[in-house]
């Protein structure tokens, strides 16, 4: 989870690929309507999102049982709640990142990715950062993917601890 840019898609894959587990991309389970807002530098709405998430769900439970990673911006608290009903006891990897260094990451892959790098500061502005939640772990998403699968490797060994 976390803002546009903090590399929930390129950490998503690896860690699913190294884990064995299905993945879930988020971003391809978007409406139409809301690409299309995204695009445009609209930022979605708490209605926009609930079809989103809802879905997102079902493809949870669909998978309880087995290894699933799921990239998800899942920005604010009650978002969050709503997966964790889906799938009891999932964790949430958050990619801490600094709004400059997001920015300059949208920024750069803008030429072949419908989210608006306009949209960086209203993704900073709706987030509700975990602290205290359970199953969370904080990753610096600066550090190389290498060293966070690593981290996520060594995390998803240990029990949940609420
Ligand atoms: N840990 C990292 N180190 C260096 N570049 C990264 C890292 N994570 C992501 N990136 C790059 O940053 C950009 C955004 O990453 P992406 O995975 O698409 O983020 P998100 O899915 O959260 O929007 C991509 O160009 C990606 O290659
Ligand atoms: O809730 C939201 O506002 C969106 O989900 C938003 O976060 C967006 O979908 C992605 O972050 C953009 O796509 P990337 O995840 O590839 O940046």
Do not use: N
């Amino acid at each position: 989870m976390g803002v546009a840019g903090c590399g929930k898609s390129s950490l998503g894959a690896l860690v699913a690929q190294s884990e064995g587990a299905v993945l879930i991309e988020g971003d391809s389970f978007h409406s139409e309507a809301s690409r299309h807002k995204m695009s445009q530098g609209i930022a979605l709405t708490d209605a926009d999102r609930q079809g989103w998430l809802a879905t997102l769900g079902e493809q949870l439970a669909a998978h309880a049982g087995r290894g699933v990673v799921l990239t998800c911006s899942a920005l604010r608290r009650a978002y969050r709640e709503r997966l964790r009903q889906a799938l009891p006891g999932l964790r949430f990897a958050y990619l801490d990142i600094a709004r400059d260094d997001a920015l300059a990451r949208v920024q750069a892959r803008a030429a072949t990715h419908f989210f608006s790098s306009s949209l960086v500061d209203s993704q900073f502005a709706t987030l509700e950062v975990p602290t205290g939640e359970p199953g969370v772990l904080r990753l610096d998403a600066m550090a190389p993917l290498a060293q966070l699968q690593q981290e996520i490797h060594a995390w998803l060994s240990q029990p949940l601890t609420h």
